[in-house]
């Protein structure tokens, strides 16, 4: 019976065993299959969490490009930002990204502080929309920038609104910043963070344009959701994978994951695809069930119909053993993806095995790499083989479960292609070391093509970086950004030199009361209240020259441009302001240049009419006093002929008196001219005003009044004393005639030191001492188009009849002549003062002048009158012989010379200055004395023609009696030059 059962059981023990062997590798098989699919979703797992993190990191890094081209300030020309941006093709190298912002802080006085976005790039599409924008008042926002401020690191937002978005196509959205702090200020610690920021860079971000790509050549094999956050919860939800299978398919793989992106955490939820499942699905374990049950019950049959033949038995069975062996590789190749190469590693036995796509992926057939360890390192770049061999010995000694590494291998045709490596442990020796590791080859070439492109974009951002940086430490303008309150919130380097704040300082007050003078600040507010609210004003688009104020107070000339972009509550402002104080010098140097030549060709005309003036009225004078002289002379023999008759003394009187006006109508023209021959000697202005009092009151009348005020200790000057109280005796009756209702005469004098600035306004007085003389009136005072001509002859304000015009004509000519400076200062109704200044003579005052009036004296001496005209001569020689005198006459100087030369005793010579012939009347004096040592010469003239004269004063020891003359000045002047001749000579 046993016997007849061995067969029976043998075949159930075979069929058993090959049941159990089926069953093991259906197990294995599906183990396999379902390792390898788990791994090949944690795989896609951590290349989507890699990728993302490299994303952010990425973009991050242009952040930080962009930190570091700002170079510690805000301040930066929109154009140079605009090239920048530019440079970096967002659009291009940085999908997702939605531009690069700049948020200046501003006001950081006020409460929780303000910001704003002065500049965005590009600035196209939606993006001109959040010019302005104040990030700090929305509470996500603000917590990310507080963040970055404080630990000076990239920050990420939570979930937000982005400000583009306009309500269609709208997106989930965050914003990364990074803190700019001022350039040289400490940033340490949180509390000195604080201090010196000036501003952010940020970057916002839509969810869905970011994450676009993300998960590669196989981004449909799992769906990917990412919550703000920790939690799970629909309103943290920041974006999910546009899969619409997803939705209702119950995934055969989960994962979550956590990481940080700007210090922000995100909650990565990850679920396999339909897809996925479907391409990682494999019905290698069914085969194997079906064709282990089929080979079991096969062999079960075998054993029992060959139970006698126990060889025959085991050699079916060593058969089997290696077909299961076969199958076994066989389902290894199973496993390999759709694109990554798969091999198989045995430690223990020293066995390779790679796939088809192993191989192909680097151009290889099935027949040109043998299945050996040898081959793959064969195969790897001499520069990273020492490496990667250092890292599968490394993997190979430990207890790791994985194993990962990153190198160039070499390909058929012989470029190189960047692999990464990956393995997993499947089975491990009694010490838990690797035994066998299963695992993947991926081709990452394209990925470091991206991170090379990545290297030489960070290059060129930093060129760029330095081209800015040149730019701006070569810029010739401030700049200053101002809110929409007219808090300034930006203040460039050149800005702190220009104006004298410090951008510490500047930032946060109110731009008016730093840099506009106090006396525009209400102009300036209420305009620039206008271009807040419109954008619009004279300054928008336009350069204009304006003073700024100086720290210091100083007023700084400067040419300003503003610029006005819109934020909530109106338009801010950016103002580029140029130093032009050397242009303005330069102008200032070319007026004053011009006006200086405008003045020279005035003077030089002003001196060419007097000059021809002058001409004119000494050769009227000379013959006018000719005249005037022979009708006096005529009209005083009259007198003393007709001493009886009363009514023709009247007559005569009268005749007298019109001569005598028409004498000092021509002393005044010569005074204007400068052609009178003055006699200056050193007097104190105050001891001549004193001497004047009694005149000057009879001339002023009751309405009025007349006030002196001299200052103490006043300093001589020397003048013709005559001519002086001639001019103020005009000047006090010109201030009464401007005060028909009465009033006061004020005259001062004073001391003056005229310094080089003054003279040079004054044009025509040299720096130096002067006496100061000034007649002041309360009366109608002048215009400044009476002003500008009230010095010149004839001109008058007084009715007909009532003046020649001559009085202020004559004290400008005088003054002139005397090395003075004569001035108006008028308005209408507010009175007139007129200034001279005269110059200080370091001498002792002369002693004061004694007039007496005495009765003509004659004598017995010998007189010679020379004289052209005879009429003039003729009146001379009966003066003269009605005084007792012997009287000898000539009618020029030669003839005079033969009479001299005659040996005729003379003792006096009498002759006119000007008269015709060769022998002048100079020449005629100085060879007279030659001849006659112990000559007295008295010269007559009513005009001198600078004969006698050097600079309008007569020259020393010089007599001159002016024509026309009265009898009894003849014959004092006669008596005066007698009585100073030298000792010896005839009486």
Same mark, same amino acid.
């Given at each position: 019976?046993?016997?007849?059962?061995?067969?029976?059981? @043998?075949?159930?023990?075979?069929?058993?065993?090959?049941? *159990?062997?089926?069953?093991?590798?259906?197990?294995?098989?599906?183990?396999?299959? *379902?390792?390898?699919?788990?791994?090949?979703?944690?795989?896609?797992?951590?290349?989507?969490?890699?990728?993302?993190?490299?994303?952010?990191?990425?973009?991050?890094?242009?952040?930080?490009?962009?930190?570091?081209?700002?170079?510690?300030?805000?301040?930066?020309?929109?154009?140079?930002?605009?090239?920048?941006?530019?440079? #970096?093709?967002?659009?291009?190298?940085?999908?997702?990204?939605?531009?690069?912002?700049?948020?200046?802080?501003?006001?950081?006085? +006020?409460?929780?502080?303000?910001? *704003?976005?002065?500049?965005?790039?590009?600035?196209?599409?939606?993006?001109?929309?959040? $010019?302005?924008?104040?990030?700090?008042?929305?509470?996500?926002?603000?917590?990310?920038?507080?963040?970055?401020?404080?630990?000076?690191?990239? *920050?990420?937002?939570?979930?937000?609104?982005?400000?583009?978005?306009?309500?269609?196509?709208?997106?989930?959205?965050?914003?990364?910043?990074?803190?700019?702090?001022?350039?040289?200020?400490?940033?340490?610690?949180?509390?000195?963070?604080?201090?010196?920021?000036?501003?952010?860079?940020?970057?916002?971000?839509?969810?869905?344009?970011?994450?676009?790509?993300?998960?590669?050549?196989?981004?449909?094999?799992?769906?990917?959701?990412?919550?703000?956050? #920790?939690?799970?919860?629909?309103?943290?939800?920041?974006?999910?994978?546009?899969?619409?299978?997803?939705?209702?398919?119950?995934?055969?793989?989960?994962?979550?994951?956590?990481?940080?992106?700007?210090?922000?955490?995100?909650? $990565?939820?990850? +679920?396999?695809?339909?897809?996925?499942?479907?391409?990682?699905?494999?019905?290698?374990?069914?085969?194997?069930?079906?064709?282990?049950?089929?080979?079991?019950?096969?062999?079960?049959?075998?054993?029992?119909? @060959?139970?006698?033949?126990?060889?025959?038995?085991?050699?079916?069975?060593?058969?089997?053993?290696?077909?299961?062996?076969?199958?076994?590789?066989?389902?290894?190749?199973?496993?390999?993806?759709?694109?990554?190469?798969?091999?198989?590693?045995?430690?223990?036995?020293?066995?390779?095995?790679?796939?088809?796509?192993?191989?192909?992926?680097?151009?290889?057939?099935?027949?040109?790499?043998?299945?050996?360890?040898?081959?793959?390192? &064969? &195969?790897?770049?001499?520069?990273?083989?020492?490496?990667?061999?250092?890292?599968?010995?490394?993997?190979?000694?430990?207890?790791?479960?994985?194993?990962?590494?990153?190198?160039?291998?070499?390909?058929?045709?012989?470029?190189?292609?960047?692999?990464?490596?990956?393995?997993?442990?499947?089975?491990?020796?009694?010490?838990?070391?690797?035994?066998?590791?299963?695992?993947?080859?991926?081709?990452?070439?394209?990925?470091?093509?991206?991170?090379?492109? &990545?290297?030489?974009?960070?290059?060129?951002?930093?060129?760029?970086?330095?081209?800015?940086?040149?730019?701006?430490?070569?810029?010739?303008?401030?700049?200053?950004?101002?809110?929409?309150?007219?808090?300034?919130?930006?203040?460039?380097?050149?800005?702190?030199?220009?104006?004298?704040?410090?951008?510490?300082?500047?930032?946060?007050?109110?731009?008016?009361?730093?840099?506009?003078?106090?006396?525009?600040?209400?102009?300036?507010?209420?305009?620039?209240?206008?271009?807040?609210?419109?954008?619009?004003?004279?300054?928008?688009?336009?350069?204009?020259?304006?003073?700024?104020?100086?720290?210091?107070?100083?007023?700084?000339?400067?040419? &300003?441009?503003?610029?006005?972009?819109?934020?909530?509550?109106?338009?801010?402002?950016?103002?580029?302001?140029?130093?032009?104080?050397?242009?303005?010098?330069?102008?200032?140097?070319?007026?004053?240049?011009?006006?200086?030549?405008?003045?020279?060709?005035?003077?030089?005309?002003?001196?060419?009419?007097?000059?021809?003036?002058?001409?004119?009225?000494?050769?009227?004078?000379?013959?006018?006093?000719?005249?005037?002289?022979?009708?006096?002379?005529?009209?005083?023999?009259?007198?003393?002929?007709?001493?009886?008759?009363?009514?023709?003394?009247?007559?005569?009187?009268?005749?007298?008196?019109?001569?005598?006006?028409?004498?000092?109508?021509?002393?005044? #023209?010569?005074?204007?001219?400068?052609?009178?021959?003055?006699?200056?000697?050193?007097?104190?202005?105050? +001891?001549?005003?004193?001497?004047?009092?009694?005149?000057?009151?009879?001339?002023?009348?009751?309405?009025?009044?007349?006030?002196?005020?001299?200052?103490?200790?006043?300093?001589?000057?020397?003048?013709?004393?005559?001519?002086?109280?001639?001019?103020?005796?005009?000047?006090?009756?010109?201030?009464?005639?401007?005060?028909?209702?009465?009033?006061?005469?004020?005259?001062?004098?004073?001391?003056?030191?005229?310094?080089?600035?003054?003279?040079?306004?004054?044009?025509?007085?040299?720096?130096?001492?002067?006496?100061?003389?000034?007649?002041?009136?309360?009366?109608?005072?002048?215009?400044?188009?009476?002003?500008?001509?009230?010095?010149?002859?004839?001109?008058?304000?007084?009715?007909?009849?009532?003046?020649?015009?001559?009085?202020?004509?004559?004290?400008?000519?005088?003054?002139?002549?005397?090395?003075?400076?004569?001035?108006?200062?008028?308005?209408?109704?507010?009175?007139?003062?007129?200034?001279?200044?005269?110059?200080?003579?370091?001498?002792?005052?002369?002693?004061?002048?004694?007039?007496?009036?005495?009765?003509?004296?004659?004598?017995?001496?010998?007189?010679?009158?020379?004289?052209?005209?005879?009429?003039?001569?003729?009146?001379?020689?009966?003066?003269?012989?009605?005084?007792?005198?012997?009287?000898?006459?000539?009618?020029?100087?030669?003839?005079? $010379?033969?009479?001299?030369?005659?040996?005729?005793?003379?003792?006096?010579?009498?002759?006119?200055?000007?008269?015709?012939?060769?022998?002048?009347?100079?020449?005629?004096?100085?060879?007279?004395?030659?001849?006659?040592?112990?000559?007295?010469?008295?010269?007559?003239?009513?005009?001198?023609?600078?004969?006698?004269?050097?600079?309008?004063?007569?020259?020393?020891?010089?007599?001159? @009696?002016?024509?026309?003359?009265?009898?009894?000045?003849?014959?004092?002047?006669?008596?005066?030059?007698?009585?100073?001749?030298?000792?010896?000579?005839?009486?």
């Amino acid at each position: 019976m046993r016997g007849r059962r061995t067969p029976l059981i @043998l075949a159930l023990l075979v069929g058993a065993l090959s049941l *159990a062997v089926t069953f093991g590798a259906w197990r294995v098989a599906q183990f396999e299959v *379902a390792s390898n699919t788990q791994s090949e979703f944690d795989y896609q797992v951590r290349q989507a969490v890699r990728r993302i993190e490299q994303r952010m990191a990425t973009y991050e890094q242009v952040e930080r490009g962009t930190q570091a081209y700002l170079m510690g300030s805000m301040k930066v020309r929109r154009e140079d930002f605009q090239l920048y941006v530019a440079a #970096l093709r967002l659009s291009e190298k940085f999908p997702g990204i939605q531009g690069i912002a700049l948020a200046a802080l501003a006001a950081p006085g +006020r409460q929780g502080g303000a910001s *704003a976005i002065t500049h965005i790039e590009p600035f196209t599409g939606l993006n001109p929309r959040a $010019l302005g924008f104040d990030m700090l008042t929305e509470p996500t926002r603000r917590e990310a920038m507080e963040r970055a401020r404080d630990s000076g690191e990239a *920050a990420a937002s939570g979930k937000v609104r982005l400000i583009q978005e306009i309500g269609r196509h709208e997106q989930v959205g965050l914003v990364m910043y990074l803190p700019v702090y001022g350039r040289g200020l400490p940033a340490a610690t949180p509390e000195e963070r604080r201090a010196s920021l000036v501003g952010w860079v940020g970057a916002p971000f839509r969810m869905d344009d970011l994450m676009a790509g993300i998960g590669g050549e196989r981004g449909s094999d799992i769906v990917l959701t990412i919550y703000d956050g #920790l939690s799970l919860a629909p309103e943290s939800l920041l974006y999910v994978a546009p899969a619409a299978a997803a939705a209702t398919h119950r995934p055969l793989y989960q994962a979550t994951r956590k990481i940080a992106v700007g210090g922000r955490p995100w909650n $990565l939820k990850f +679920r396999s695809a339909p897809l996925f499942e479907a391409r990682m699905r494999s019905d290698r374990p069914t085969v194997i069930a079906v064709v282990g049950l089929a080979i079991s019950t096969l062999f079960a049959l075998l054993v029992w119909s @060959l139970a006698s033949g126990r060889g025959r038995a085991m050699a079916l069975a060593s058969a089997t053993t290696a077909q299961l062996r076969e199958s076994e590789f066989r389902w290894k190749y199973a496993l390999e993806g759709a694109g990554d190469g798969v091999w198989d590693w045995n430690s223990g036995t020293g066995e390779a095995l790679y796939s088809r796509r192993w191989k192909e992926m680097l151009g290889y057939s099935e027949e040109d790499i043998a299945d050996t360890p040898a081959a793959w390192e &064969l &195969l790897l770049h001499p520069d990273d083989a020492p490496a990667v061999l250092a890292i599968v010995d490394a993997f190979a000694r430990s207890t790791s479960q994985t194993y990962e590494a990153e190198y160039r291998m070499r390909c058929k045709d012989g470029s190189w292609k960047w692999i990464r490596g990956r393995g997993m442990a499947v089975t491990r020796d009694e010490a838990g070391l690797p035994m066998r590791t299963i695992g993947t080859h991926t081709d990452i070439t394209r990925l470091k093509e991206s991170e090379s492109a &990545l290297r030489v974009t960070v290059e060129q951002l930093a060129s760029e970086q330095q081209r800015v940086k040149v730019i701006l430490e070569h810029a010739h303008d401030a700049f200053i950004a101002v809110a929409p309150d007219g808090v300034v919130t930006d203040w460039s380097g050149k800005a702190e030199t220009l104006l004298g704040w410090s951008a510490r300082d500047a930032v946060g007050r109110d731009l008016a009361k730093l840099i506009v003078p106090p006396a525009l600040r209400a102009a300036h507010n209420a305009g620039f209240r206008r271009f807040v609210e419109t954008g619009q004003g004279t300054l928008a688009r336009n350069v204009i020259e304006v003073n700024a104020q100086h720290r210091d107070g100083a007023l700084i000339p400067v040419e &300003l441009a503003l610029a006005g972009f819109p934020q909530a509550g109106g338009y801010a402002v950016s103002a580029f302001i140029r130093d032009i104080s050397e242009r303005k010098v330069a102008q200032r140097l070319e007026v004053q240049r011009t006006q200086a030549l405008d003045e020279a060709r005035s003077a030089l005309q002003h001196a060419q009419r007097l000059e021809a003036v002058g001409k004119l009225t000494g050769g009227i004078a000379h013959d006018f006093n000719n005249v005037l002289h022979i009708i006096s002379g005529n009209v005083q023999l009259m007198q003393s002929m007709s001493a009886g008759d009363e009514r023709l003394q009247k007559r005569l009187k009268s005749m007298q008196s019109a001569v005598e006006r028409g004498a000092k109508l021509s002393s005044q #023209l010569l005074s204007f001219a400068r052609r009178q021959p003055l006699q200056p000697v050193v007097v104190n202005l105050q +001891r001549t005003l004193l001497d004047m009092d009694d005149l000057l009151q009879r001339a002023l009348g009751g309405a009025v009044q007349i006030r002196f005020d001299t200052a103490d200790g006043l300093w001589n000057t020397q003048v013709d004393r005559g001519q002086l109280e001639n001019v103020v005796l005009n000047l006090v009756i010109n201030a009464r005639d401007a005060m028909p209702g009465g009033g006061t005469v004020t005259v001062a004098l004073a001391n003056a030191t005229v310094d080089p600035e003054h003279a040079r306004r004054m044009v025509d007085l040299p720096a130096g001492d002067y006496v100061r003389l000034s007649v002041a009136d309360t009366g109608t005072g002048m215009n400044a188009e009476v002003r500008a001509v009230a010095f010149e002859p004839f001109f008058t304000t007084k009715p007909v009849g009532q003046g020649t015009g001559l009085g202020l004509s004559m004290a400008y000519g005088f003054v002139k002549q005397s090395g003075g400076h004569i001035e108006l200062d008028s308005e209408p109704g507010k009175g007139t003062t007129v200034v001279i200044y005269l110059p200080r003579s370091q001498l002792a005052e002369a002693p004061g002048r004694v007039v007496r009036e005495a009765p003509a004296q004659g004598g017995s001496e010998t007189i010679l009158v020379v004289e052209d005209d005879p009429d003039v001569r003729a009146t001379a020689v009966n003066m003269l012989g009605e005084l007792g005198y012997q009287v000898l006459h000539a009618e020029d100087g030669e003839s005079a $010379l033969r009479i001299i030369s005659g040996a005729v005793a003379i003792d006096v010579l009498f002759t006119d200055v000007v008269m015709p012939g060769p022998v002048t009347s100079t020449e005629l004096a100085a060879r007279a004395r030659v001849l006659l040592p112990q000559l007295c010469v008295l010269f007559t003239s009513g005009y001198t023609r600078n004969a006698l004269t050097t600079d309008g004063r007569l020259d020393v020891g010089v007599k001159l @009696l002016g024509k026309p003359y009265r009898r009894e000045e003849l014959a004092n002047k006669i008596r005066e030059v007698l009585v100073e001749a030298p000792a010896g000579q005839s009486s």
